[in-house]
Structure formats: structure tokens, C-alpha cells
């Protein structure tokens, strides 16, 4: 079945013909800017099965992994849609906001909880990860 989702306002829209292969909730300090001051939630996708249409703007930093990270936003209304790490091109992490069905992923990690604010809310039934964890598959 497929797996379809974009951004608010519509211009950007993408499908996979794949499931995810996990799906992390995600402390790090850059997170927290992107998520309004939540974590994100990330569902790692395959870019072989994976298609994307509409305009975004590409925002490239260092994380703090060491990895150099994409960041894509929709030009138009700013959600945040996708990350990518240039060391691991075979994989789209994509923002379950942004899914037409965000009860189709659900966590089953929370990472970079040594980030995270103290009035956070981690949910205590999963795994934590203090950082970074080994990479998805
Ligand atoms: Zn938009
Ligand atoms: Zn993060």
C-alpha cells in the first residue's frame, strides 16, 4: 500500500511505495527548532521507492552527529518535510506531521534525549538513545 503525505498548504507532495524502516522521536537541539520546541518525529524511508513533487527550500548544516544533514521546507507555508544526511544517501527521513495518515508510523525510539529540555514529555514504554544511535539499515 502506498504511503502518501505533503506539506500544509499543499505545493509539496510525496509517495512511497515502500513502508518505513523505523521511526524515531528525535531530541537533538536542532530538532527542537524545527519541531516549535517539541522533538520531531522521523520516519525513515528508502529514496529508491520514494517520490516527492513541489518547491523547497534546501537548508544544509552540520548536525551534531558530524553528519551534513538537508533540510527541506516547503517554500511556500515553511513546514518542515525531510532530512537527509549526505553519508547516507539510500535513506529520506520525513516529518510524520506530514503524513495524510500520521497514525500509520509510530515511535519506537526516542533519540538525543541528553538534549531535550526537562519539561519534556519521552515516553517511558519505548527505548531511549542519550545521542546518536548506530544508522537505520
Ligand atoms: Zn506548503
Ligand atoms: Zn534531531
Avoid at 46 to 71: E, L
Amino acid at each position: 500500500m502506498t504511503w502518501t503525505g505533503g506539506c500544509l498548504c499543499g505545493a509539496v507532495r510525496w509517495e512511497s511505495e515502500a513502508p518505513p524502516i523505523t521511526t524515531r522521536t528525535c531530541w537533538c537541539r536542532d530538532c527542537q527548532y524545527l519541531g516549535a520546541g517539541s522533538g520531531t518525529v522521523g520516519a525513515c524511508f528508502r529514496t529508491a521507492a520514494f517520490k516527492v513533487v513541489g518547491g523547497m527550500t534546501d537548508f544544509a548544516s552540520i548536525a551534531d552527529s558530524g553528519n551534513r544533514m538537508h533540510r527541506r521546507f516547503c517554500s511556500t507555508c515553511g513546514t518542515p518535510l525531510f532530512s537527509e544526511a549526505e553519508a547516507r544517501p539510500h535513506l529520506i527521513f520525513v516529518r510524520v506531521g506530514t503524513f495524510d495518515d500520521p497514525n500509520r508510523a509510530s515511535p519506537a525510539m526516542t533519540i538525543w534525549t541528553s538534549s531535550a529540555p526537562r519539561w519534556a514529555c519521552i515516553d517511558a514504554e519505548l527505548p531511549r538513545v542519550e545521542q546518536q544511535p548506530p544508522p537505520a539499515a
